[in-house]
């Protein structure tokens, strides 16, 4: 989901800082995210974006909405 | 590190489209004539970028009423209301809105992004969910920021996905509070709004409606989206701006919600600013006036709105799906726009240009905003100037011919 985004075409792992190491705008974030939350059937606050930076941020965020009754 | 240094590659994107040779987001009119007219460096434009939808800021009877308070009560207030107390001027513009809106109480801010900041910022509580939609404008997204609130976005006006992120709420404790805007700026489309009330009343949510862009626009007396759709029973906030249609500067919130007024001690953006200065106060109160008693300039408006959106629809461009007095014509690359855009304003005609990440289709659109005044000559020029230089940068085909030979 993130591939269509890259502009670098550096190999996306889990510490990949996903606005630096792919060059990908805030606004292409925003449709990743989207597209994230119809994916798990979950909503992620704009609130839980600012803590989002790796790959493996948003599988952590994904995560506590999916699993913590915090979750949307 | 110097201080700013993190805005680099922002000084580096202005430079790029600065390069035309003029800042598009510098444009110094030295001049303005008219609500259509304006001198730019020493040539006269047209102007079809100001929002300017009424026509009102050259109004004979805004005017006298702005100079008349002027000289009555000074050029200014000095301080915010809840320091320096109100006008009778202030209490009054709040009881014509109230009237006007057809509304219990009604509060004036110093700006629209102000009312918004102020309103949306304070309403929703620190265990409460401010749902709004993707493509909001900035005084709504900065409003989240103050905000304590959880806050959720919809896709654009996706009824469905609104009803899916409040089903995923239910159950909830704490209030919902769907933001909508009447008309968003950047490509003049409506919110659904009719779907959008049903969702509200189906899963006891709020709703605050920003009317910045349908104040005067849209409804048989002016009151905006909520009106044309019919569910203004459903809004529990309209917010809306005096920078637009009513031609000077300004917002509003009207509302008939219990306890309003304690929003005066609550909410920071109204508390802890200067209030309007009687003048402008004047001037707004005259032209909701106006806009009360004279529908003709919302008819003519949306004469010239088919007069221009035809005209460029035809001349081939990509424009927003919805007629309205935004009128955004699609271009595909930042460097064409900003030199098409250029060309535009050297042939005298004056739009804005707005650029990603502004944009909510990702591509630069030139914005052009139609106003009640703008004559059939002024609007046919726009479209002709329009369609001779984007064919010249082959943004659209060239004219249609006689295939008969």
């Known amino acids: 989901m993130l591939e269509p985004h890259n502009k670098t075409g550096v190999p996306i792992r889990r510490n990949t800082d996903i606005m ?24 992620i606050p704009l609130n839980a974006m600012a803590e989002i930076r790796t790959v493996e941020d948003v599988a952590e965020v994904v995560l506590k909405m999916k699993t913590n009754e915090n979750g949307l | 590190m110097s201080l700013l240094k993190r805005f680099d590659a922002l000084i580096q994107a202005h430079k790029a489209v600065s ?3 003029i800042d598009p987001f510098g444009v110094k009119l030295e001049r303005v004539l008219s609500p259509t007219r304006a001198i730019v460096d020493g040539r006269p434009v047209i102007l079809a ?3 300017n939808y009424l026509g ?7 005017i006298a009423a702005a100079a008349e308070a002027a000289r009555r009560e000074g050029t200014g207030t000095t301080g915010s209301r809840i320091a320096n107390g109100s006008y009778a001027l202030h209490k009054t513009l709040e009881e014509r809105l109230a009237g006007f809106f057809e509304r219990r109480h ?3 801010f110093s700006t629209g992004y102000q009312a918004n900041l102020g309103i949306i910022s304070t309403i929703a509580g620190p265990d409460d969910y401010l749902i709004i939609d993707s493509d909001s404008h900035a005084s709504i997204y900065d409003a989240i920021r103050l905000s304590s609130a959880t806050v959720i976005r919809f896709k654009h006006n996706d009824a469905a996905d609104l009803d899916k992120r409040l089903h995923r709420l239910s159950g909830r404790p704490g209030n919902k509070v769907i933001v909508v805007e009447g008309i968003y700026s950047m490509l003049g489309d409506q919110a659904p709004l009719r779907e959008i009330a049903e969702i509200k009343r189906r899963h006891g949510a709020y709703l605050v409606v920003d009317e910045a862009h349908s104040l005067g626009v849209l409804g048989e007396h002016g009151r905006g989206l909520g009106e044309h759709a019919g569910v203004e029973g459903d809004i529990d906030f309209v917010v809306g701006t005096f920078s637009k249609s009513l031609g000077a500067v300004g917002g509003l919130c009207v509302s008939d919600m219990d306890d309003f007024d304690v929003l005066r001690v609550a909410c920071r953006p109204y508390m802890f600013t200067a209030s309007l200065p009687p003048s402008v106060i004047a001037s707004v109160t005259t032209a909701l006036e106006v806009v009360r008693t004279d529908s003709s300039r919302q008819q003519r408006l949306w004469r010239n709105v088919d007069t221009l959106y035809d005209g460029l629809d035809l001349s081939g461009f ?4 919805q007629k309205s007095p935004v009128i955004a014509v699609h271009l595909p690359d930042q460097e064409t726009a900003v030199r098409i855009w250029y060309e535009l304003l050297e042939a005298g005609v004056y ?14 659109l030139l914005r052009c905003s139609v106003c009640a005044d703008h004559s059939r000559d002024e609007l046919e020029t726009i479209v002709e100037v329009l369609r001779a230089i984007a064919q010249s940068h082959g943004v659209i085909g060239a004219p249609a011919r006689s295939v008969r030979a």
């Open chain 1, 20 to 43: 630096k190491d792919l060059d990908v705008d805030s606004l292409a974030v925003m449709d990743f995210i989207m597209n994230l939350e119809d994916l798990f059937d979950i909503s």
């Open chain 2, 19 to 21: 390069r035309c040779g």
């Open chain 2, 49 to 51: 970028g100001t929002n």
């Open chain 2, 56 to 62: 009102l800021t050259f109004h004979p009877d805004c």
């Open chain 2, 106 to 108: 009604a509060m004036v």
């Open chain 2, 318 to 321: 990509t424009l927003g799906r």
């Open chain 2, 351 to 364: 739009v804005n240009l707005a650029l990603p990440p502004a944009t909510p289709t990702g591509t630069p």
